[in-house]
């Protein structure tokens, strides 16, 4: 039966009264970090009863830990780690106490060389660590940077409160089944939901042919561990999604790049590659291709199919639903103009809902289904039933349209006063893309000058974006910039392209920094 | 911007009448199972909007669809796919509508020989597919069958309202953080709670040294994945937990069998396969050994931390934390004895809580930590930090505490009631393990008696189980069988051995069975 509290070692045979080593233990439990900063530690009664002694004893232990500084004690409410500690963070995990009890030295604590024993998959990601670090989230909005480096949608915008209230009812409703363990498919209602939500963008699946996953990322994983063997080669879009990229190097694939044009990837280049090196996929994004925010045309899509089928090229759409398309309609889905069968489609309710449910899907022919599913299954077993219960209810009360009308608007909006203030403020040697759909546009900057350079000024300036070499698979997006318009209020769109105006104005005038490796701001 | 409802191709210039156009393409997408039976068609006012016709041409089509017996309409409820159909499954998944729309022979509709594009690694997934149809959720619940086959804890006694109103209460004061995108690590707080909730087993970890996952599978896949290369070696005690041999062998990993003794692994066969195959990771199941339920010796579990610090071998600890043990109470993890830090700890919330959050974590020295953070993110980003949020708050509010005192009642109970059923109704040369904890056992059948003959038998009585071959490398589990107790009602429990033993009389009677393949019985 689990104790209603922690547990420490304490050595009833040692002359070291229990108080003292109740004391020492949970000191050293707050200065290796192992007791949080802030932590409230259990009621002196049931430490009392989980370790057996006197409540008198702990009391004491409590009250030294107080008077010697590792905690505080208010009456009435209990008693606190310090949150000023600031943990003594070892090399390694703390040991075993028993390492640490006996007072003599403790053995080697970490006898294995881990990175001896690294896969080539581990190897591979740790060398991908710098484009990964570029990714992270942007941690500068408290600091009053106006970031338009995440290519998120706004939680202001999130509908909370109305999904609050489904999930609310789907536990109620059946909560028991969707708590226990469920088929790896996915949850039948959604599933047959999204077959007919995915014909308005004129995608004909059946439910059967729909696989419900932890996020495009992982639609990206299962696709990868299902076609790719180290070596193989794989074609994608140049500039593209950085992590895809990412998960199909991480499976040990080549990966040839496609160059972007304005109405999508270059064909004849795609053409050319496709019979030199034969790949394995092809990946792109049709719809609205990050970070351009363009879309391919309904020709090129068709030469791209075509393309495929001729060279047996299994095709990876990502997709990006036209939910939020800001000018006219674009194209149908590759998947939908897939006469031959060779396109698997990507889909997620990140974009158009709650990136942090990790909910999406796949879309499959039967047999690339089963094995889809089959992997899916050894890595998590299924996604969370209930999540996909509280978004098809969503759904099927037709709250998902209504917040697609208004976030689109809005989005739609702050697109516009970007390029607006684009136009106004930068000059003719900056070019952008005017994008279509989706959450930001990349930027090209003068010759000769990096958009890594030109973001410590940027952010001295209190402007935030991501460079674009991220997108790219070497080092030709130097000049190129992100700029995601999605979480940016549009009070503050201007003021952040003023900024940016200036920044790169600075970068004219003295083209080396002064001081930028010292200005200490948060890495984007 | 969406439309309200879905689209269907229509062809303005054809001669066929445009609600003769939209019955036909309706009827072929119920044909063709897209619209899936019992499906609400959108309303007549919304589809004509989404095509641009009128309203009276849609309800004409549906009036159509409704006379030739494809659909069913009720005034004031709208029209709905009729239930009764069974959609003919094409072989492939619907092609584009193009491809069919000009009445002339639709091109072949899948070129690919899927077949040939697969992984490695997808094809080892596919060979494994008994064991994994082994495993699949029992399907005989509602048939009569008293079933002893599913390791899962019993949703009927799940806490789930008390969850609803932590989760209402999550998603109010904190929703528009959980439902953004998410740090790959987890939600600090859970991160701190679990470094207390271990201390009660004596594993010191701090915050930083855990990684939330999506249950313990997720835990396995993102250790396979940052250990293993095709080929390497990896130890596994015999019988084990399947799915984890899967994920080692998906990953292209030779496992060998270390045998389980009743203390733990044999810890000297460990020695000759550590000298001899210097395997990358030892997998083992310390605490609650599935499908035992034994737990390893204090003893054993120095002398094979000892073994694997001595042959520098990572130790995989599939923990079963002390919280559902009927007996005397379990020696500490490894982890917790774990001095050189060899050991990766896997925790799940799956036993004590609810499965289908698909809620685990990881501890690991940082040095893998990080790895394992990487892999992870690319995997699927993070962990819905919703779940993690909710389950935080359910233990912060000690219901953690109290549900798991009243579950390991209640499955201490089904265990005693299973063990004396089993000594008052079956003979000495039938054997099993005495659990000493987790949700199962195992038994050993007669000289000669095989578990996957059995079955067939066992069903027409009217009793599940899960034969023990699943659990095994190789053939050697044949007469072994799972009986899992935890999913069973103790009203229930003697009547499900009293079939079994019925079953295994018939089996001495008659060893072969008589029509047992046509039983039509479901597969366990």
Same mark, same amino acid.
């Given at each position: 039966?689990?104790?209603?509290?922690?547990?420490?070692?304490?050595?009833?045979?040692?002359?070291?009264?229990?108080?003292?080593?109740?004391?020492?233990?949970?000191?050293?439990?707050?200065?290796?970090?192992?007791?949080?900063?802030?932590?409230?530690?259990?009621?002196?009664?049931?430490?009392?009863?989980?370790?057996?002694?006197?409540?008198?004893?702990?009391?004491?232990?409590?009250?030294?830990?107080?008077?010697?500084?590792?905690?505080?004690?208010?009456? =009435?409410?209990?008693?606190?780690?310090?949150?000023?500690?600031?943990?003594?963070?070892?090399?390694?995990?703390?040991?075993?106490?028993?390492?640490?009890?006996?007072?003599?030295?403790?053995?080697?604590?970490?006898?294995?060389?881990?990175?001896?024993?690294?896969?080539?998959?581990?190897?591979?990601?740790?060398?991908?660590?710098?484009?990964?670090?570029?990714?992270?989230?942007?941690?500068?909005?408290?600091?009053?940077?106006?970031?338009?480096?995440?290519?998120?949608? %706004?939680?202001?915008?999130?509908?909370?409160?109305?999904?609050?209230?489904?999930?609310?009812?789907?536990?109620? %409703?059946?909560?028991?089944?969707?708590?226990?363990?469920?088929?790896?498919?996915?949850?039948?209602?959604?599933?047959?939901?999204?077959?007919?939500?995915?014909?308005?963008?004129?995608?004909?699946?059946?439910?059967?042919?729909?696989?419900?996953?932890?996020?495009?990322?992982? =639609?990206?994983?299962?696709?990868?561990?299902?076609?790719?063997?180290?070596?193989?080669?794989?074609?994608?879009?140049?500039?593209?999604?950085?992590?895809?990229?990412?998960?199909?190097?991480?499976?040990?694939?080549?990966?040839?790049?496609?160059?972007?044009?304005?109405?999508?990837?270059?064909?004849?280049?795609?053409?050319?590659?496709?019979?030199?090196?034969?790949?394995? !996929?092809?990946?792109?994004?049709?719809?609205?291709?990050?970070?351009?925010?363009?879309?391919?045309?309904?020709?090129?899509?068709?030469?791209?199919?075509?393309?495929?089928?001729?060279?047996?090229?299994?095709?990876?759409?990502?997709?990006?639903?036209?939910?939020?398309?800001?000018?006219?309609?674009?194209?149908?889905?590759?998947?939908?103009? %897939?006469?031959?069968?060779?396109?698997?489609?990507? /889909?997620?309710?990140?974009?158009?809902?709650?990136?942090?449910?990790?909910? /999406?899907?796949?879309?499959?022919?039967?047999?690339?289904?089963?094995?889809?599913?089959?992997?899916?299954?050894?890595?998590?077993?299924?996604?969370?039933?209930?999540?996909?219960?509280?978004?098809?209810?969503?759904?099927?009360?037709?709250?998902?349209?209504?917040?697609?009308?208004?976030?689109?608007?809005?989005?739609?909006?702050?697109?516009?006063?970007?390029?607006?203030?684009?136009?106004?403020?930068? /000059?003719? %040697?900056?070019?952008?893309?005017?994008?279509?759909?989706?959450?930001?546009?990349?930027?090209?900057?003068?010759?000769?000058?990096?958009?890594?350079?030109?973001?410590?000024?940027?952010?001295?300036?209190?402007?935030?974006?991501?460079?674009?070499?991220?997108?790219? !698979?070497?080092?030709?997006?130097?000049?190129?910039?992100?700029?995601?318009?999605?979480?940016?209020?549009?009070?503050?769109?201007?003021?952040?392209?003023?900024?940016?105006?200036?920044?790169?104005?600075?970068?004219?005038?003295?083209?080396?920094?002064?001081?930028?490796?010292?200005?200490?701001?948060?890495?984007?």
């Amino acid at each position: 039966m689990v104790g209603s509290a922690m547990n420490v070692p304490i050595d009833r045979k040692s002359p070291v009264p229990l108080a003292r080593q109740i004391q020492a233990q949970l000191e050293r439990l707050i200065r290796e970090g192992v007791l949080a900063p802030g932590l409230k530690l259990p009621a002196s009664r049931d430490l009392a009863r989980t370790l057996g002694v006197n409540r008198a004893t702990v009391v004491l232990a409590y009250e030294e830990l107080v008077a010697a500084g590792w905690a505080r004690s208010h009456v =009435g409410q209990g008693t606190f780690v310090l949150e000023s500690i600031r943990p003594r963070v070892p090399a390694t995990a703390p040991a075993a106490p028993a390492a640490r009890n006996g007072g003599r030295q403790a053995p080697p604590r970490s006898p294995i060389n881990w990175s001896a024993f690294f896969s080539r998959s581990a190897r591979i990601i740790e060398s991908e660590a710098e484009r990964r670090r570029a990714l992270a989230p942007p941690a500068f909005a408290e600091t009053g940077v106006i970031s338009f480096a995440g290519g998120m949608p %706004d939680s202001g915008l999130f509908p909370t409160d109305a999904f609050r209230r489904v999930l609310n009812d789907v536990v109620r %409703d059946e909560g028991e089944t969707l708590l226990q363990y469920y088929p790896v498919a996915g949850y039948p209602p959604l599933r047959r939901y999204l077959a007919t939500y995915l014909l308005r963008f004129g995608l004909e699946a059946r439910p059967d042919d729909i696989l419900i996953v932890n996020g495009s990322q992982q =639609g990206f994983d299962l696709i990868a561990r299902t076609f790719l063997d180290p070596g193989d080669a794989v074609a994608i879009e140049q500039p593209t999604y950085p992590r895809a990229m990412q998960v199909f190097r991480a499976f040990g694939a080549q990966l040839h790049g496609v160059p972007w044009t304005p109405t999508g990837p270059d064909v004849e280049a795609l053409e050319r590659l496709l019979a030199r090196r034969a790949p394995k !996929l092809l990946y792109c994004q049709p719809s609205c291709h990050n970070p351009t925010g363009l879309a391919m045309s309904a020709e090129v899509a068709d030469r791209l199919l075509a393309a495929a089928a001729r060279h047996q090229v299994p095709v990876v759409e990502d997709g990006f639903d036209a939910s939020l398309y800001y000018g006219a309609r674009p194209p149908a889905p590759l998947k939908a103009r %897939d006469r031959e069968g060779v396109v698997i489609y990507i /889909g997620t309710f990140s974009k158009v809902l709650f990136p942090g449910l990790r909910l /999406g899907w796949l879309v499959a022919p039967p047999p690339v289904m089963e094995r889809l599913a089959s992997a899916k299954q050894l890595a998590d077993l299924h996604t969370s039933a209930l999540l996909q219960a509280a978004v098809h209810r969503f759904c099927e009360r037709r709250l998902l349209e209504r917040h697609v009308v208004r976030i689109a608007r809005e989005y739609a909006r702050r697109r516009t006063l970007l390029l607006e203030a684009l136009r106004r403020r930068l /000059g003719h %040697d900056v070019t952008w893309t005017e994008p279509q759909g989706g959450f930001s546009l990349l930027m090209t900057l003068p010759d000769g000058m990096s958009a890594n350079a030109l973001l410590p000024r940027a952010l001295q300036r209190g402007v935030g974006f991501t460079p674009g070499t991220a997108f790219f !698979l070497d080092e030709s997006g130097e000049r190129t910039l992100r700029l995601s318009f999605s979480s940016v209020p549009s009070a503050r769109i201007d003021d952040g392209v003023r900024r940016l105006a200036e920044a790169i104005k600075d970068m004219r005038r003295q083209p080396r920094p002064r001081r930028a490796e010292h200005a200490g701001v948060p890495v984007v």
